[in-house]
């Protein structure tokens, strides 16, 4: 077995998206109901479930690991349910392409800022 090569494009670098509960919520929600429409490519329900899954992991990440996060909540101010949520770049074009995904989440998302 060997590496794959720096910059290859089978590697994927995991963006966190410092996003508060009720943005996980949403974000969550939103996802679910693009996956119920028959219309949605293959491909991209493939990147809005792993969407789900990182959802998911971040609050298990939470649960076990809650020291990274708090201390970042502490030097920011953040509120206690903000949580990062990785998710790589064909993930997140698959969340931002979403038709009814709401503006104020989009912007959030496409924001570089980090901020919840």
Do not use: K, N, Y
């Not at 994927?12 to 998206?17: A, E, M, S, Y």
């Amino acid at each position: 077995m060997t590496a794959l090569p720096t910059g290859d494009a089978g590697s994927q670098t995991l963006v966190p998206h410092w996003l508060d509960a009720a943005a996980r919520s949403l974000l969550g929600d939103t996802v679910q109901a693009a996956l119920a429409d028959q219309d949605v490519h293959p491909v991209t329900a493939i990147h809005l479930q792993d969407v789900l899954t990182e959802l998911h992991v971040a609050a298990a990440r939470e649960a076990v690991w809650p020291t990274s996060t708090a201390r970042v909540r502490l030097a920011t101010g953040w509120d206690d349910d903000v949580l990062p949520v990785r998710l790589s770049p064909v993930e997140l074009t698959a969340v931002l392409e979403l038709a009814d995904l709401p503006d104020a989440l989009g912007d959030r998302l496409r924001s570089r800022a980090g901020r919840p």
